[in-house]
């Protein structure tokens, strides 16, 4: 389809952007020749053209119509008449060059294939009749038409014009290869065809004149004279620029030219090839985007640059030294060329990035015709020569960075950390957004081991098989660990001789002794917990043309890979895709620890019906395969795992790829379960971990990828990250409660927060013979949360043959107030009567206290304790002066220990001027929160942080500020912090006194206020 060119303008703006410093940057404005288009004006190369490009002249009037007789715009070139014609658009169009520079260019095409090149078709004079060509071109030249057909007196290349005559025909051969894509003519059959009676079979005609410097296209239309002055002469600003100033090895390498005579066709994509060393050789429409061409019948036009009006452009050299290596794409499919008997075989292709842009890239589709070699040494270079100017090609290596978040030394459970890694050795192509999959054979994969999981790094002695379900006739492949930090095996079967195979083995490298060390048995006192297998075979979908895993079932065989020793940790019909995580059954880890702890361990995966293909890859394949083990072993916490994170380029050829990470802290419900543990992200781009002890300081999370240094070294870039515990609080609602009154339990905990997407809920068991029975907790006896009524817990009973439910017929449940929070409520009412604390009869709970206990898994100090229930300040609700009482504690049963801060404070809300506010503020008026906080500890200073945060109506938070201070023993201090509202609305204010940002731990319970904002 013929794309408007006035749109093409504006690709010329956005392109100026992408010059060298020194080229003058364009800027849009309103034209002065709102009507007149000329292909040659761009103000990047200062209007300038030269040699044989041909320029396109389009006339957007108001004499449009298509049906109805036009009167022909009148243009001129240097004040001779430039003979338009209307297109099927309604626009007027024309087409013309130099005619020493087309004569020149059409006599280098005919030693080549006719169409070819930069054949400019066939020429007839200015003296050839308007009778013959159906329009009258006195003024000019002469004429290029596509072909002969029909005519007596055409001539090609230098020779003198001639007089043209008969009647032309359409095409046998369409000879013009430097318009290609010319709208189509007008052919109303209301009108004369193209409203000028032109004859269709010379379309699209170029008319020639001739010109040394100074070129003046005018157009005299109804609202006056527009004109156009362009340069006929060298080309200005030219350059050659490449995407970045060092490359790894293996990248593309992009290389831009800017040179607007390569632009020889204005209606379509240009293409040239350069061959770079000797013998050196330019090629037109070798390899074509868009037109026609193609290798065969080429001219190397090289030795015919300078009488087509290139100067020291239109050729290239490069020195490729041991870095550049030349490449083809889908454009340049060929690395050869055979031009009249000489082969070129260094080939570089350059294709425009649009019609009419003078803009030329060595990529397309994103793969570029130059690389860096796979091995190329660091800091060597080779270069790229255009137009005189050089441009080095570098390789080596960049500074590698890798943060969390926005580097804090620590972060919480339940929410998402941003991973950042700042690593320009792994833009292999600066054209895509990249993505370093464990898959890639090139990417270094930011990895997160926890504990001592079995890997691949030690792995050796592959072997694959071509007869299913038989380990004989192995066929080896080479196999090494070249990225230790994320211990993934890659295998190299671009040497292996082609087959199929429908099994595979290797050495894990470990003895049956580690596996024993690794694994949770369970039926050992003091011990529980789940064992995993964590692999990824997704480059033998990609590669090997696995594309099913369901008939998947793997082995470990002790002694040697077919070794009758075996335990199958994975059966047929568990795995359904190339990547995921499995867990081992307790029988078979019971089955591991009966085999003698000498014995070296092999892996076998049987694909069962389905088979890959070994057929010389050109890459290696990355393999993945791990043992995990979660939960308890003779008393002691177990987590041994290995987190994969792969990361996406945040824009491409930026060097910065991202993702996010997230753990979930271990407590007494989940640690055992595998429900939860298959919620983990052990690859991917949002890393899902498991926490189960305090991971501190020295003994915090190390999230590593391997990197390098601009001095070449590899090295390990970490990212140390402390994720400490948090002791929760448990809060009930009111100092009393009516029968039939509900109440509200609130659990604070961070540690139980797991997904900044979700909302956990925790419900009770029902089972009257479960040791958790009218808990909060689990079928196994684990309890989170219990509550007592007169001293004993609230629990079902059967009374003379009728059941009397406790707590969990009340329906209770803990439920995060939002994703992430750590915050859970729960509710019942406040029962008539309650079973005794042996069951035996009911009784009134009037005159009892209700406790609320929280079994904490692990505190602030990774302990675990039981926290008790304190009693809620009351809320009051108001638009003027408000205060709370400070939060009291219950009366604990002797026994429980409690968990309760000694700070107590006041909340005033008031004026910027400090007086109360007693009326309803006004939008643009200053609120202040001002607090009163006491330490009421006679011994130690406590750290505070004072939070407030106020929501509109919608619960949007438009407002959160804190200070962080220290209150000294037996001291108190003012804190104040100030809200200005912009808008009217009802809005809602929370205060908050925490122990630190860093923890979060609640020292007072919120205070709520409300108030309304109104208009100024």
Request: overall charge negative; hydrophobic content about 35%.
């Amino acid at each position: 389809m013929y794309k408007t060119h006035a749109i093409l303008l504006l690709v010329f703006l956005v392109f100026s952007q992408m010059m060298s410093n020194t080229a003058p940057v364009a800027h849009a404005q309103i034209s002065p020749h709102p009507n007149l288009f000329v292909s040659a004006e761009n103000s990047v190369f200062q209007n300038h053209f030269a040699g044989a490009m041909v320029v396109e002249i389009i006339i957007k009037g108001n004499n449009v119509q298509t049906d109805q007789a036009q009167g022909e715009p009148n243009v001129n070139v240097n004040g001779r008449t430039l003979r338009m014609a209307q297109t099927s658009d309604g626009y007027w169009y024309a087409f013309f060059a130099n005619t020493n520079a087309a004569k020149q260019a059409d006599q280098a095409s005919l030693s080549g294939t006719a169409g070819q090149n930069m054949d400019f078709g066939v020429f007839c004079s200015s003296s050839t009749p308007s009778s013959v060509l159906g329009a009258d071109f006195s003024q000019t030249d002469g004429i290029a038409i596509p072909d002969s057909s029909g005519l007596a007196g055409t001539t090609q290349g230098l020779a003198s014009f001639g007089v043209c005559s008969g009647t032309p025909k359409p095409p046998a051969v369409d000879q013009d290869n430097v318009v290609k894509n010319a709208p189509s003519l007008n052919t109303n059959s209301n009108i004369p065809p193209g409203q000028t009676g032109i004859n269709p079979n010379i379309w699209p005609v170029i008319q020639l004149f001739s010109f040394t410097n100074d070129v003046n296209i005018e157009y005299d239309g109804a609202t006056g004279t527009q004109s156009v002055d362009l340069t006929y002469s060298d080309i200005q600003n030219i350059s050659i620029n490449l995407d970045r100033s060092v490359y790894p090895a293996g990248s593309e390498v992009f290389a831009t030219i800017n040179d607007i005579q390569l632009n020889e066709d204005p209606t379509s994509v240009d293409s040239w090839t350069f061959n770079v060393n000797s013998p050196e050789a330019t090629f037109y429409q070798a390899f074509p985007e868009s037109g026609r061409g193609g290798t065969s019948g080429l001219v190397n036009l090289f030795p015919y640059l300078s009488s087509l009006g290139f100067k020291d452009n239109g050729k290239m050299e490069m020195n490729l030294g041991s870095v550049i290596s030349l490449k083809t794409n889908s454009l340049q499919s060929s690395s050869s060329i055979n031009a009249n008997g000489v082969t070129y075989n260094k080939l570089v292709t350059f294709v425009e990035t649009g019609p009419n842009t003078g803009v030329f890239e060595s990529d397309y589709a994103s793969v570029s015709t130059i690389g860096i070699a796979q091995n190329a040494p660091r800091s060597q270079s080779g270069a790229i020569e255009y137009n005189l100017r050089s441009a080095s090609i570098v390789s080596g290596n960049t500074n590698t960075g890798l943060v969390l978040g926005t580097g804090q030394s620590q972060f919480g459970p339940g929410q998402r950390e941003v991973i950042t890694l700042t690593d320009n050795n792994q833009v292999l192509n600066s054209g895509i957004i990249e993505t370093l999959n464990v898959f890639r054979s090139s990417a270094m994969v930011p990895t997160l081991k926890i504990g001592n999981p079995v890997t691949l790094t030690s792995a050796s002695d592959v072997n694959f098989y071509s007869t299913p379900n038989t380990l004989s006739n192995p066929i080896p492949a080479p196999s090494s660990v070249t990225d230790s930090n994320s211990a993934r095996l890659m295998i190299d079967t671009r040497s292996t001789a082609s087959t199929n195979f429908y099994e595979m083995t290797l050495n894990l490298g470990v003895t049956a002794g580690t596996l024993k060390g690794l694994l949770i048995d369970t039926t050992q006192p003091n011990s529980g917990g789940t064992n995993w297998i964590n692999y990824d075979l997704r480059s033998f979908q990609q590669q090997l043309g696995l594309n099913s895993f369901s008939t998947t079932s793997m082995t470990l065989h002790f002694g040697s890979a077919s070794s009758s020793s075996s335990v199958q940790i994975l059966r047929q019909g568990s795995v359904f895709s190339g990547n995921g995580l499995v867990q081992i059954s307790n029988s078979a880890v019971s089955s591991i620890e009966s085999q003698d702890s000498s014995s070296p361990v092999y892996l076998e995966i049987n694909f069962g019906s389905s088979n890959g293909a070994i057929s010389q890859e050109i890459d290696t394949q990355p393999m993945v395969f791990d043992l995990f083990s979660f939960g308890m072993q003779n008393g002691k916490t177990v987590n041994n795992a290995v987190y994969r994170a792969e990361l996406q380029e945040t824009a491409a050829g930026s060097g910065v790829f991202t993702g996010t990470i997230g753990y979930v802290v271990a407590n007494q419900l989940n640690q055992f379960d595998p429900n939860f543990i298959k919620t983990l992200q052990t690859f991917g781009n949002n890393i899902v971990f498991f926490v189960n002890g305090q991971m501190v300081d020295q003994n915090g999370i190390n999230f590593s990828t391997m990197g390098s240094s601009t001095a070449g070294r590899p090295t390990t870039v970490t990212s140390k990250n402390s994720l400490p515990t948090h002791t929760g609080t448990v809060t009930l609602d009111s100092e009393n409660y009516r029968l039939g009154s509900p109440v509200t339990i609130t659990v604070n905990d961070p540690d139980l927060a797991s997904s900044p997407d979700a909302i956990q809920s925790f419900t009770t068991i029902s089972d009257p013979t479960s040791p958790a029975a009218d808990t909060v907790g689990d079928a196994n006896g684990n309890i989170l949360l219990e509550v007592w009524i007169k001293g004993f817990r609230y629990h079902q009973c059967t009374v003379n043959g009728v059941f009397h439910g406790g707590l969990a017929a009340s329906g209770f449940t803990l439920t995060e107030t939002s994703p992430g929070s750590g915050t859970f409520r729960g509710i019942f009412k406040m029962p008539s009567w309650i079973c005794s604390e042996d069951g035996t009869s009911l009784i009134s709970p009037v005159g009892g206290i209700v406790q609320a206990w929280y079994h904490d898994y692990m505190d602030a100090s990774g302990r675990s304790v039981i926290i008790g229930s304190t009693v809620a300040s009351q809320t009051p609700q108001s638009t003027s002066q408000s205060s709370t009482q400070p939060a009291t504690s219950q009366s604990f049963a002797s026994n429980m220990p409690v968990h309760a801060s000694k700070i107590t404070h006041m909340t005033q809300i008031g004026t910027e001027d400090g007086l109360p506010l007693l009326q309803n503020p006004k939008v643009g008026q200053a609120i202040t929160f001002n607090d009163i906080i006491s330490n009421g500890d006679y011994q130690h200073d406590q750290k505070i942080s004072y939070i407030v945060q106020v929501k509109d109506s919608q619960g949007k938070v438009v407002y959160l500020k804190w200070i962080d201070d220290t209150i000294g023993a037996s001291n108190e201090s003012t804190e104040k912090l100030s809200w200005t509202p912009t808008s009217t609305g009802i809005y809602s204010a929370e205060i908050y006194v925490w122990n630190g940002m860093d923890s979060l731990v609640p020292l007072t319970v919120k205070n709520g206020y409300q108030f309304q904002v109104l208009p100024q």
